[in-house]
């Protein structure tokens, strides 16, 4: 075996080889040490907490802080042995910004996870959906923006990638108007996104109806947003649509609502007792929430009329079945109560038999 062995320049013995190895073992197992207890202090701490938010921190920045500390154990070898610190010098270019990114990666989506929960544990559902799109958005651009500044960060310590830049400054207005023009959906896009998050027209969770289909907003990301219809289906919408162009978000406020049933008769029909088992019928039912509950007769047409029999409910999909009982019992009853009122086409063709029986 030999004795002796170069390597980038310097001359290493085996004894040299072992304190290296030592000086690397020796910082690298006092961090995983310092990381554990920590951690494990930290998390019986956050245990004792209401909050979700310390136990969603903790939970998410385990892992990238476990190899944050082993790359500063690693930087303080490195000024404790050359050799360390030779091959720590090219490594640290790549590794810092990766880790450093890594780290507020991880926070941003604790922050995101954590603040969710906390919301869900202590608001209603309406100000859950709120918090929810807010937070849902503003976390996908913090992360967006870490990406793009760490992959800047590697990038610019690669001498070629570097050497091109400098380049391309000489070009810099033409390339800023072909970038500008090239990323102006984009940037419209995260301004969309932006302005969704701070106004919220609309939040996850909430019944909208665009473009004549009505469904619950499943997800919203800086360039689409995708509705979930009661069919199953998904439409994927702009984001830029919900702000440019009208549409109805049928649970802004709540969840309450009032919906109608329409009933076209025959003018023959007796509006009074339609009325009383019209109330009789909602006022029993399991789903009625006592807010509102009317019969008009909105139209008169020659030969028939309009009720319009308005219901509420706690809640979208309540109403929704609360309207379809009623209409399945009003024109239940209807037929054994007054058939008449049901509205037939009539045809009069005087002395009609006399004709059929001319030649």
């Not at 920045?61 to 050359?82: E, N, Q, T, V, Y």
């Not at 499943?218 to 689409?224: A, D, G, K, L, P």
């Not at 019969?295 to 309207?323: F, H, K, N």
Request: proline share 4%; aromatic share 6%.
């Amino acid at each position: 075996m030999l004795d002796r062995l170069r390597l980038s320049g310097w001359t290493l013995d085996t004894e040299h080889l072992i304190v290296t190895a030592i000086g690397l073992a020796v910082p690298i197992t006092i961090a995983l040490a310092i990381h554990w207890v920590l951690f494990t202090v930290l998390r019986k701490v956050a245990a004792r907490t209401s909050y979700k938010l310390d136990d969603a921190i903790i939970r998410t920045m385990r892992k990238p802080m476990r190899w944050a500390m082993i790359g500063f154990a690693l930087s303080i070898a490195a000024h404790a042995d050359a050799l360390v610190g030779a091959g720590w010098d090219l490594a640290a270019k790549w590794l810092t910004p990766v880790l450093l990114g890594w780290v507020v990666y991880s926070f941003i989506s604790a922050l995101g996870i954590g603040l969710r929960e906390d919301a869900e544990s202590r608001y209603d559902p309406v100000a859950v959906r709120s918090h929810s799109t807010r937070i849902a958005i503003l976390t996908r651009t913090a992360k967006v923006a870490v990406i793009i500044i760490t992959i800047a960060l590697v990038m610019l310590n690669i001498p070629g990638v570097r050497d091109i830049g400098v380049t391309l400054m000489a070009s810099a207005g033409l390339a800023a108007l072909a970038v500008g023009a090239a990323a102006q959906p984009a940037l419209k896009s995260l301004i969309a996104g932006l302005q969704m998050a701070l106004t919220q027209p609309l939040r996850l969770g909430d019944l909208v109806k665009v473009d004549g289909e009505a469904g619950r907003v499943e997800e919203i990301r800086m360039s689409f947003v995708t509705v979930r219809t009661w069919d199953e289906r998904v439409l994927v919408v702009p984001t830029s649509r919900f702000l440019d162009n009208s549409f109805e978000n049928w649970s802004r406020v709540s969840e309450k609502l009032t919906g109608p049933v329409f009933l076209h008769l025959d003018p023959i029909a007796d509006i009074d007792p339609i009325r009383a088992e019209f109330e009789r019928f909602v006022k029993g039912h399991e789903l009625f929430d006592g807010r509102n509950i009317a019969l008009l007769m909105t139209e008169a047409y020659p030969e028939s009329v309009e009720l319009r029999l308005s219901m509420s409910s706690g809640t979208i999909g309540d109403l929704w079945q609360l309207r379809c009982d009623t209409r399945e019992h009003m024109l239940k009853w209807l037929r054994e109560n007054q058939p008449d009122a049901l509205i037939r086409h009539r045809l009069e063709v005087p002395r009609g038999h006399e004709k059929a029986g001319e030649p």
